[in-house]
Every structure is written in structure tokens, then in C-alpha cells.
């Protein structure tokens, strides 16, 4: 009887294991949705619909799906992913603002990045670029450094509104140089972008698609990119941290992430895909016209990423002074 009992338990385990194992190799058994906690068009909405493409490729038979719930800064779409079911048929694509900014920004956030949320793959960096008006007697950062230095107070830089990335990366710029502007904060870039250009402030960062444009036009004048590295598309524009400011980096991100115990052949899986997609040509191709630059690494990676932008962020939010109730 014991032997017996002994045989019916291991033919149990192997069941079981058998059963696990088709799951996973079978996954995604039914559609995947995939949230963006902000409106089409966006940039970290184009990415993740480049994404569900790819994942659609990868795996035969397979339904991936773009839902998207935005709504404050990204938070209500955070939440639904948080809170939903870890078999993977739940995604988010999220971005620093969901990621890293927010943490810092709101008080009461409904969910807890590190807890909440299991990293798949940072899928691409956005590197913001320091624009000036042309007229502004300045072509590199040690010129705009000595300027502020000498007028402390009295250059006025512009952003997309308090607490949003382009005013957080100056805070962080400022720091470094130890200079003082004053902020003037916009109902988005676009409306901050105009009044540069028009001179009526003198200074920002801004995203490349944004500002490529313009630099291309000569209506801006960019004198550094915010990334560690040049940016491809603009590759004789230098870095903040080439122009006297080793280490400066502070750049906009989308990344991929499943709610907490997502079981983990899903997430290597996904994974997987993720850095084989973001070496493909097609995908690079389509970032660049984003002024992204695809990343795409292992979810340890990400979550070791994603915890050194967290204290990144908390410190310009500091600097910043920006609240959100």
C-alpha cells in the first residue's frame, strides 16, 4: 500500500508539472491585453502598439491588444495592471513618468512599483535635447552656464508644467551646474515650444520629436542632449555629460511590466522577444523617427533600473518643489 500510495503521489507530481508546462508553452492561451495609461498617439502608446505587433510574430496564434486608460499622469492605468490577474494576460507599458516620476509626485499613490509590478524589458530611452532661441547668445552649455551665472534669476526656461519631465531634467541640470533660472510652466511642451521660439522665454528641454523639427529648421538652437551617449539621429549634438557634467543623465523611458507574481516563463519569455524584436532593423528604424533609442534588457536589468531611476526622480521632485494633492 505504501508503495502504491508512494507511485499515486509521484504520478500526481509528474501530472501536475506536465500540466504547468503546457500552460506555459501554450501561453497566451486567450487574448493579451496590453494597458497604455495614456491617449493614442503618444509616444509610449506608438511603442507598445509596435510591441504587440512584434509579440503577435513571435508567437503563432497569438492576440495581442493595445487598451488604453488614461487619466492622471498615467495612474488610473497603473492601477487596473496592479490589480489585475498574474497569468499574463495583463501588460502594461508604462514609462518613467508611470514608473518613477509618479512615486515622488503623489502622495497616495494606489499601487507600489517595486510590489506591484514584475519588469519584463526597458524597450527604449527618449533623450531630451537643451534647446535656446537662436537669438540667445549662447551656442554650448559652458555659454548658457557662464550667462545664468552672471544673471542669476533672469533666464526664464520653460516646460510641458510643473512636476512633467522636461521641467524635473532642468532641476537636475541646474543642480549640477549650480545655476539659477526661473520656470515658466506651460499646459504642455508644444505650447512651451511656440513661446521659445518666439522668444519670450529662453531655454528648455524637450523630447525629440518635439524638438528635431525645429532644430532642423533653425528656429531652436540645441547646444546638448540629455542622454549618456549622442543620439544617432542627431549624433553632432553633444551630451550634457561630454559638455563638463560627467555622469548627467536624465531621460524619458518606456518599459514593459506584468503585475507581481506573473509566473516567470511568461515574463522570460516575453523578455526574450522584447531584446530579439529591438535588434531588428524595422523596430530600431521606427524608434529613431521617435527620437527613441531601443534598449531592450533582462527583467533583473529593468528592476535594477527602475530602482535607480526612482531615486533619480524622488531627487529632482525634491528640487523641483512640485506637489500634486
Given at each position: 500500500?505504501?508503495?502504491?500510495k508512494r507511485?499515486?503521489l509521484?504520478?500526481?507530481a509528474?501530472?501536475?508539472?506536465s500540466?504547468?508546462?503546457?500552460s506555459?508553452?501554450q501561453?497566451?492561451e486567450?487574448?493579451v491585453?496590453?494597458?497604455?495609461?495614456?491617449p493614442p498617439?503618444?509616444?509610449t502608446d506608438?511603442?507598445?502598439?509596435?510591441?504587440?505587433?512584434?509579440?503577435?510574430?513571435?508567437?503563432?496564434?497569438?492576440?495581442?491588444?493595445?487598451?488604453n486608460?488614461?487619466g492622471?499622469s498615467?495612474?488610473?492605468?497603473?492601477?487596473?495592471v496592479?490589480?489585475?490577474?498574474?497569468?499574463?494576460?495583463?501588460?502594461m507599458?508604462?514609462?518613467?513618468?508611470?514608473?518613477a516620476?509618479?512615486p515622488?509626485?503623489?502622495?497616495d499613490?494606489?499601487y507600489d512599483v517595486?510590489?506591484?509590478?514584475?519588469?519584463?524589458?526597458?524597450?527604449?530611452?527618449?533623450?531630451?535635447?537643451?534647446?535656446?532661441?537662436p537669438?540667445?547668445?549662447v551656442?554650448?552649455?559652458q555659454?548658457?552656464v557662464?550667462?545664468?551665472?552672471k544673471?542669476?534669476?533672469?533666464i526664464?526656461?520653460?516646460?510641458?508644467?510643473?512636476g512633467?519631465?522636461?521641467?524635473?531634467?532642468?532641476?537636475l541640470?541646474?543642480?549640477?551646474?549650480?545655476?539659477?533660472?526661473?520656470?515658466v510652466?506651460?499646459?504642455g511642451?508644444?505650447?512651451?515650444?511656440?513661446?521659445?521660439?518666439?522668444?519670450?522665454?529662453?531655454?528648455?528641454f524637450?523630447?525629440?520629436p518635439?524638438a528635431?523639427p525645429?532644430i532642423?529648421s533653425?528656429?531652436?538652437?540645441?547646444?546638448a542632449?540629455s542622454?549618456?551617449?549622442r543620439?544617432?539621429?542627431?549624433p553632432?549634438?553633444?551630451?550634457?555629460?561630454?559638455?563638463g557634467?560627467?555622469?548627467?543623465?536624465?531621460?524619458a523611458?518606456?518599459?514593459?511590466?506584468?503585475?507581481?507574481k506573473?509566473?516567470d516563463?511568461?515574463?522570460?519569455?516575453?523578455?526574450s522577444i522584447?531584446?530579439?524584436?529591438?535588434?531588428?532593423?524595422?523596430?530600431?528604424?521606427?524608434l529613431?523617427?521617435?527620437g527613441a533609442?531601443?534598449?531592450?534588457?533582462?527583467?533583473?536589468e529593468?528592476?535594477?533600473?527602475?530602482?535607480?531611476?526612482?531615486?533619480?526622480?524622488?531627487?529632482a521632485?525634491?528640487?523641483?518643489?512640485?506637489?500634486?494633492?
Amino acid at each position: 500500500m505504501k508503495m502504491i500510495k508512494r507511485f499515486t503521489l509521484a504520478l500526481t507530481a509528474v501530472v501536475l508539472t506536465s500540466v504547468a508546462v503546457t500552460s506555459h508553452a501554450q501561453y497566451p492561451e486567450s487574448p493579451v491585453k496590453m494597458i497604455v495609461g495614456f491617449p493614442p498617439g503618444q509616444a509610449t502608446d506608438i511603442v507598445a502598439r509596435y510591441m504587440a505587433q512584434k509579440f503577435a510574430d513571435n508567437i503563432p496564434g497569438s492576440n495581442f491588444i493595445v487598451d488604453n486608460r488614461p487619466g492622471a499622469s498615467g495612474i488610473l492605468g497603473s492601477r487596473i495592471v496592479a490589480g489585475a490577474v498574474p497569468d499574463g494576460l495583463t501588460l502594461m507599458m508604462g514609462s518613467s513618468a508611470t514608473l518613477a516620476v509618479n512615486p515622488a509626485l503623489y502622495k497616495d499613490l494606489p499601487y507600489d512599483v517595486l510590489r506591484d509590478f514584475t519588469p519584463i524589458s526597458l524597450i527604449a530611452v527618449v533623450p531630451q535635447y537643451l534647446v535656446v532661441n537662436p537669438d540667445l547668445p549662447v551656442k554650448t552649455v559652458q555659454d548658457l552656464v557662464a550667462l545664468a551665472k552672471k544673471n542669476p534669476g533672469k533666464i526664464n526656461y520653460g516646460s510641458g508644467g510643473s512636476g512633467v519631465t522636461n521641467h524635473l531634467i532642468m532641476e537636475l541640470f541646474k543642480q549640477a551646474a549650480g545655476i539659477d533660472m526661473t520656470h515658466v510652466p506651460y499646459k504642455g511642451g508644444p505650447a512651451a515650444l511656440t513661446d521659445l521660439m518666439a522668444g519670450r522665454i529662453s531655454v528648455m528641454f524637450e523630447t525629440g520629436p518635439g524638438a528635431i523639427p525645429h532644430i532642423k529648421s533653425g528656429r531652436l538652437r540645441a547646444i546638448a542632449v540629455s542622454s549618456a551617449e549622442r543620439a544617432a539621429v542627431t549624433p553632432g549634438i553633444p551630451t550634457v555629460a561630454e559638455s563638463g557634467y560627467p555622469g548627467f543623465q536624465a531621460v524619458a523611458w518606456i518599459g514593459l511590466v506584468a503585475p507581481a507574481k506573473t509566473p516567470d516563463a511568461v515574463i522570460s519569455k516575453l523578455s526574450s522577444i522584447s531584446m530579439k524584436s529591438l535588434r531588428e532593423k524595422d523596430f530600431s528604424e521606427k524608434l529613431a523617427a521617435l527620437g527613441a533609442v531601443p534598449v531592450g534588457n533582462s527583467p533583473s536589468e529593468f528592476r535594477t533600473f527602475i530602482e535607480g531611476e526612482l531615486k533619480r526622480w524622488a531627487i529632482a521632485v525634491k528640487l523641483s518643489g512640485a506637489k500634486v494633492d
